[in-house]
């Protein structure tokens, strides 16, 4: 049995905090919302997620130090907007070479900076390490079959967190590809935002499969160019993430982007959601880092204009459409 602080009360957090205490962990769930932890001290399950219900042994918390201090694993499950100022928060209560693995994604608008990295350069003491794939807490909290990834600077960390977390219904593989990890999920978010916008403007299933199958080759472009591996991109964090985030009606992200496709602005969408867009929040991140490594993002670009440049969504795929011919796989030989 191990003691794991949930850093975090959103349904995601939540969902791992009964995924974890069902394989037989300690757990202790923060949240600096007062409100958040007292509804679920009192009711025992997180509004996002009915049904779903923690068991009576969970502790809840807005003490910092309880949820930190002498745990064998920190699972960081705040929004990415939120990571660098909880890191900054615990810092001092952090061990030396203690564990944190963290389960949000995003890119940091201002530095450029993944989530690992944020972590890292508010707790340098610390042992960080990713997890991320296809996984709505929905899903998860229900113990549907699920597949994910956690990424480490060393095999021991990661092995030791995919003891933790796997179960017959929670599958864990284990990648030292941690930029490419971390890409892939946050790059996603993005274009699921387009193809959510797809979905308000009334187009079908090949506008779905195009923008897909060209927004993985975007998102590999970037992050091959920023140190990921191509055969991250082609799996779980990859494709498979994409694929889930596009598809469903879990997804925020498809969801906001359905409403800007209707006609609302991103302010409304993000207002109706009621949750946080994430894709919002990395996409003018990745065209400051699609200048700075010098890489073509159409997709994104496209989404960036709609967004924050009051485009109309339909001339946004108009002007994908129309943009110069170009061979698919330029490496090939004729």
């Known amino acids: 049995m191990a003691r794991i602080g949930i850093l975090g009360g959103g349904s995601w957090g939540i969902a791992l905090a009964v995924l974890l205490h069902k394989n037989g962990h300690q757990i202790c769930v923060w949240s600096a919302l007062e409100a958040e932890i007292n509804m679920?001290?009192?009711?025992?399950?997180?509004?996002?997620?009915?049904?779903?219900v923690l068991?009576?042994?969970t502790v809840f918390t807005t003490r910092a130090d309880q949820a930190v201090e002498g745990k064998d694993l920190l699972v960081m499950a705040v929004a990415s907007s939120y990571t660098r100022e909880t890191a900054a928060r615990i810092s001092g209560l952090v061990q030396p070479g203690q564990r944190i693995v963290n389960v949000a994604?995003?890119?940091?608008?201002?530095?450029?900076?993944?989530?690992?990295?944020?972590?890292?350069?508010?707790?340098p003491q610390a042992d960080v390490a990713v997890l991320s794939g296809p996984s709505h807490a929905e899903e998860v909290g229900k113990g549907l079959p699920t597949t994910i990834v956690v990424g480490a600077k060393t095999q021991a960390t990661a092995e030791y967190i995919q003891n933790l977390f796997m179960s017959e219904v929670f599958r864990v593989y284990i990648s030292p590809d941690i930029t490419?990890?971390?890409?892939?999920?946050?790059?996603k978010n993005v274009v699921a935002l387009a193809a959510g916008i797809a979905d308000g403007l009334g187009y079908g299933d090949n506008t779905?499969?195009?923008?897909?199958?060209?927004?993985?080759?975007?998102?590999?472009?970037?992050?091959?160019?920023?140190?990921?591996?191509?055969?991250?991109?082609?799996?779980?964090?990859?494709?498979?993430?994409?694929?889930?985030?596009?598809a469903s009606m879990h997804s925020r992200n498809r969801r906001a982007g359905i409403l800007i496709g209707q006609g609302k602005s991103c302010e409304e969408a993000m207002a109706e959601v009621k949750m946080v867009v994430e894709g919002v929040h990395s996409a003018r991140a990745a065209m400051a880092l699609a200048r700075k490594y010098d890489v073509q993002l159409p997709i994104i670009e496209q989404v960036n204009q709609v967004l924050f440049e009051g485009k109309s969504a339909d001339q946004a795929v108009k002007d994908l459409m129309l943009r110069d011919k170009k061979i698919e796989v330029p490496a090939f030989p004729w």
């Open 55 to 57: 068991p009576e042994d």
């Open 40 to 52: 679920l001290r009192e009711q025992h399950e997180h509004r996002m997620l009915p049904g779903v």
């Open 105 to 123: 994604k995003g890119i940091e608008e201002g530095t450029l900076m993944t989530l690992s990295e944020i972590i890292e350069q508010e707790i």
């Open 180 to 187: 490419g990890i971390e890409l892939g999920g946050a790059l």
């Open 208 to 246: 779905k499969a195009a923008l897909i199958t060209r927004g993985i080759t975007e998102i590999a472009r970037l992050g091959i160019a920023m140190g990921g591996k191509f055969e991250t991109f082609c799996g779980l964090t990859g494709i498979g993430d994409l694929i889930v985030t596009c």
